[in-house]
């Protein structure tokens, strides 16, 4: 049997004592945990599937770019 990888969530609060940057998390027989260090509360933790990905503009099609893009002409101000 293989070693289990556990690793630090930064930032993530325990739900049982309130401390910060005590969870960490693993993967054991396909299903993922977290367990926090300070208090030894522990728990399977459930994704919600389907979760919608935030639209950013690394993820948006190209051709919606270039429809939503408006080209902006500024009037020439060189007097001869």
Not at 56 to 70: D, F, G, K, L
Request: charged share 35%; net charge positive.
């Amino acid at each position: 049997m293989s070693e289990v990888k556990k690793r630090f969530i930064a930032g993530a609060i325990c739900p049982k004592c309130k401390v910060q940057d005590r969870i960490m998390v693993y993967r054991l027989e396909n299903v993922d945990y977290r367990e926090c260090v300070a208090c030894g509360f522990k728990d399977r933790m459930h994704f919600q599937p389907g979760a919608r990905e935030l639209q950013t503009r690394v993820n948006t099609p190209i051709e919606q770019v270039w429809e939503e893009t408006q080209v902006v002409r500024l009037p020439d101000l060189k007097k001869d």
